[in-house]
C-alpha cells in the first residue's frame, strides 16, 4: 500500500556515515512506491513548522533526520497527534535515540518499517515549552550558554571541552529553591536534572530509572557548594554509586516548581538554551508517538541502545 513520508533534515548535522543511511532508506521507500517529501531546515523553529505543516497533509509517517534539538522540534510540534515519528539520529549526543533503541544504521532503519513498534512519548513542559530529554539547572547549563554563544553548526565532544573547564573554574553555586508536587525538596545550592529519559551526555546515569512512557518526571538534586563536591558527585555517578552521598536526592513527580534568589541561573533543555528562572515543570503524558525497533520477548519497549559512543567512535 502506497504510503508517504514527510523526510525532514537538519543539513548542519551529522556525519557522512548518516548522510549515506538517510539517501539509501529514500531510495529504499522509492523503490517500494512510496511518495516522498524532503525538506531541509533552516533552524530549529523551521523543522517544527515543517512538523506541523506534514501534519495537515495527509503524511502517514514523519522521518526526522537530525540531532536532539531538531528531534525535539519536531516532536513538540506534533504534541496531541497520532502521526507516528521515526528519528535518524544525526547529530553529537542523540539521546532520545538511544533510549529507544535506534543506532542510524540502514538495516535497523529499514527493519523498524517493516515490523517496528508504536510507543506513547511523554514530554516535560517548563513555562509552557516542551522537552524530550533532560532539563538542567546550574553547572551543565552553564556550558550549553556557553557552548551556543559560538556554536556555528555540528559539534563535537571536543567542543565541550574547553567550555566544561572554563564553567568549572569560574562557576557560583546559585542556592536554588525546589518543590515538587508541593513538598519543599532543596532550599540551598544544588545542581538540578529533571529527565523523561534514563541518560545524559556520554551516558551519565543520573536519572537511571527514568522512563520516558511512564507520566513521571524523574528529577536529581545534587547539592553543591564547590568544586570539590561538584567532583565527588560526577565520580559517584560515573561509578553508578551517586545514591551513597546523603547529599543526592533522586524521586519522581509530576509537578515542579524552581527558583533562585540568585541572578541569572541558566537553564538547559534537551542542549539548548532554556527560560529563565522561576521554573514551572509538569508532564504532558503521552503527547507523541515514536517508532522503535521489535520489543524483544519480555520487554515492554525495545531497550536502550549500549555503547553507542563507543561503537560509532570505533565503526564511524
Not at 21 to 31: G, P, S
Not at 103 to 114: C, M, N, Q, V
Request: charged residues 20%; positive net charge.
Amino acid at each position: 500500500m502506497q504510503q508517504t513520508y514527510q523526510f525532514i533534515v537538519n543539513p548542519k548535522s551529522g556525519s557522512t556515515g548518516k548522510v549515506s543511511t538517510l539517501i539509501r532508506l529514500k531510495d529504499y521507500l522509492h523503490k517500494q512506491g512510496h511518495i516522498i517529501h524532503l525538506d531541509l531546515t533552516k533552524s530549529l523553529s523551521h523543522a517544527g513548522e515543517l512538523a506541523g505543516k506534514a501534519k495537515n497533509n495527509g503524511v502517514n509517517l514523519i522521518v526526522v533526520s537530525g540531532g536532539d534539538g531538531t528531534v525535539r522540534s519536531v516532536v513538540e510540534a506534533m504534541a496531541g497527534s497520532k502521526l507516528p515519528i521515526l528519528i535518524l539520529p544525526g547529530g553529537t549526543e542523540n539521546l532520545l535515540a538511544q533510549e529507544l533503541g535506534i543506532d542510524g544504521s540502514f538495516h535497523k532503519t529499514a527493519k523498524i518499517l517493516e515490523k517496528g513498534s508504536l510507543r506513547n512519548l511523554d514530554l516535560g513542559s517548563v513555562n509552557g515549552r516542551l522537552f524530550m530529554a533532560i532539563t538542567g539547572v546550574g553547572f551543565d547549563a552553564e556550558v550549553i550558554r556557553r557552548i551556543n554563544q559560538f556554536r556555528s553548526g555540528h559539534i563535537t565532544h571536543g567542543d565541550y571541552i574547553w567550555p566544561i573547564c572554563r564553567t568549572f573554574w569560574e562557576y557560583k553555586f546559585p542556592h536554588i529553591y525546589v518543590k515538587a508536587d508541593g513538598r519543599v525538596v532543596c532550599d540551598e545550592p544544588a545542581l538540578v536534572f529533571i529527565g523523561n529519559i534514563s541518560r545524559y551526555a556520554v551516558g551519565l546515569p543520573i536519572v537511571p530509572h527514568a522512563d520516558c512512557s511512564d507520566g513521571r518526571l524523574d528529577v536529581c538534586i545534587y547539592k553543591c557548594s564547590r568544586r570539590r563536591e561538584l567532583l565527588l558527585h560526577s565520580a559517584r555517578t560515573v561509578c553508578h554509586c551517586a545514591e551513597m552521598s546523603k547529599k543526592v536526592m533522586r524521586f519522581n513527580c509530576t509537578h515542579l516548581s524552581i527558583d533562585s534568589s540568585d541572578f541569572d541561573v541558566p537553564v538547559q533543555m534537551d542542549g539548548d538554551p532554556g527560560p529563565s528562572l522561576p521554573l514551572d515543570i509538569t508532564i504532558v503524558k503521552s503527547a507523541a508517538q515514536v517508532m522503535t525497533p521489535p520489543v524483544p520477548a519480555g520487554q515492554h519497549y525495545c531497550p536502550p541502545v549500549r555503547f553507542y559512543h563507543l561503537r560509532r567512535w570505533i565503526f564511524g
